[in-house]
């Protein structure tokens, strides 16, 4: 059974930085890639960014480039997404993921429970 645990979160003022964990247990995953999603009220979830475990590869939203980062530490099998510059614009629901790479959610069938992010003006 495969289990992704999210810690991190919490309520920041524009401009703050934050940082997100995702710790995976139970099976390795391999080849898969591990990803962050969002989702606002109202809106659908939402492509973030993403790694392969391998660490070499990473895909970012547009909409994040350049103050997100996506990291990894295979020893304890934890994702990292590191935000920078937040803006309120980046309040939401932030959910890991974990499988195959896509920018839809429908591809990845294990997901943390989801940590709330809310960036004040």
């Known amino acids: 059974q495969v289990q992704l645990v999210q810690s991190g979160g919490g309520l920041v003022q524009a401009g703050d930085s934050l940082r997100l964990s995702c710790a995976a247990s139970g099976r390795t995953f391999g080849s898969y890639y591990m990803a962050w999603f969002r989702q606002a009220p109202g809106k659908e979830r939402e492509f973030v960014g993403s790694?392969?475990?391998?660490?070499?590869?990473?895909y970012y939203a547009d909409s994040v480039k350049g103050r997100f980062t996506i990291s990894r530490d295979n020893a304890t099998k934890t994702v990292y997404l590191q935000m920078n510059s937040l803006k309120p614009d980046d309040t939401a629901v932030y959910y890991c993921?974990?499988?195959?790479?896509?920018?839809?959610?429908?591809?990845?069938?294990?997901w943390g429970q989801g940590t709330q992010v809310t960036v004040s003006s």
């Open positions: 993921g974990g499988g195959l790479h896509s920018t839809r959610a429908s591809a990845y069938g294990y």
């Open positions: 790694i392969h475990w391998n660490g070499i590869s990473t």
